[in-house]
């Protein structure tokens, strides 16, 4: 990825930032601490925090980034409500609960912020993340950080370079006439002929202690460019369906390269199926398979992804209905006892996988380790909470109504979006 530009736009330092320098390197480790503010109640979009984008609680991008860059030697989620404190904590992150005088519609994020380095006094420099900002990368936090830690700044934010003609804003029944803000009308530039403007994009802002205590921006300051296909902000629920397009195209996904999934180990019931079973008149037990889910197991068989069916030992249904899964899918069906987690570790060490080479769709409390564990894994959209917070994808879709072809496409998508990265990787080795 091309590196994001950096310039300093203020050479101002005063004498409480020269000191806490100085302090620093005599050889004491500065305390770096990622803040993400997410209060509970939103106005625009209702716990919009931790609403679902891409299949991902919103938080949870920004969460995977702070927490896989490495950078922070503690990573944080200011809140409310006890929902969002649950996913911060599923995805990596220490919880402050934050007071009720800064929980207020009017609360403001100095407010909070300071808050929570008048409780957390070993914190030195604090970086801000936005919630919202779902196509922040490690990148990003590791050289904005050392504009922090090797430059000396103590003032460090996120822009985003726009080329928008702006004009003055007349109020309805205003008898004045508009005028232009940062063009000549006379002489309208060509876009390839104009920088454009830099304008804070919310992604992030960065602070030493000190500045905190004063204000946020300010001392020794810089800004920190970002390409606009990074620039991603969710305020309304507009912004929603264009946000999910551009965080699957230019998201962060994780440490491990999606590629190497080899297996995908799917429930039967309660993913393939939606759980219930059909008793005829005559006794027939009987269960529903999708033909949209049954396509995306062939999609995934097609480009090299094994899949198994699994199924408890206890499932008398499922057990009855083996041969016939297994002719339908193309699969082979498995069932499972009561320790899954064993078992399928058995079945791994048989093939010669890791957790990082395995997907797992699984729906209820008995497959939250594999969830967990596996390197990519989901539910359906019906699934119970203790599911849904374990898996890396929660689907749009219910069981047994396409959330297998839902999470084959996911899986397929980051297949290809990895490979287009090796790609242009070993153009660049070729080329440089």
Known sequence: MAAAKKRTISGIEDVRDRKAKVIKDSGEKRHIAALILARGGSKGIPLKNIKVLAGVPLIGWVLRAAVDSKQFDSVWVSTDHDDIEKVAKAWGAQVHRRSPEVSKDSSSSLDTIQEFVRLNPEVDVICHIQATSPCLHPFHLKEALEMITKQGFTSVFSVVREHHFRWQEVMKGGSVATQPLNLDPSNRPRRQDWDGELCENGSF?????????????????????????????????????????????????????????????????????????????????????????????????????????????????????????????????????????????????????????????????????????????AVPRDAPVVAINAAKYSCHSAAGQGAVREFSEHILLLKKKAKSQMEQDRIHRNTF
């Open 205 to 377: 802002y960065i602070y030493t202690r000190a500045m905190i205590e004063r204000g946020l921006q300010g001392g020794k300051w810089a800004y920190y460019e970002m390409l606009p296909e990074y620039s991603v902000d969710i305020d309304v629920d507009i912004d929603w369906p264009v946000a999910e397009q551009r965080v699957l195209r230019f998201g962060y996904f994780g440490l491990d390269k999606p590629e190497v999934v080899r297996l995908l180990l799917c429930k039967v019931s309660g993913c393939l199926t939606d759980g219930r079973v059909l008793i005829s008149v005559s006794g027939e037990e009987m269960v529903s398979v999708n033909t949209r889910d049954t396509m995306g197991i062939r999609m995934l068989q097609r480009e090299g992804v094994e899949v198994i069916l699994i199924s408890s030992s206890e499932d008398p249904v499922t057990k009855a209905l083996a041969d016939k899964l297994s002719q339908r899918t193309g699969c082979e069906v498995r069932q499972l006892g009561k320790d899954i987690q064993g078992e399928v570790k058995a079945m791994m060490d048989d093939k010669d996988l890791d957790w990082k080479e395995v997907a797992y769709m699984g729906n209820d409390a008995p497959d939250v380790d594999c969830l967990n564990l596996a390197g990519l894994s």
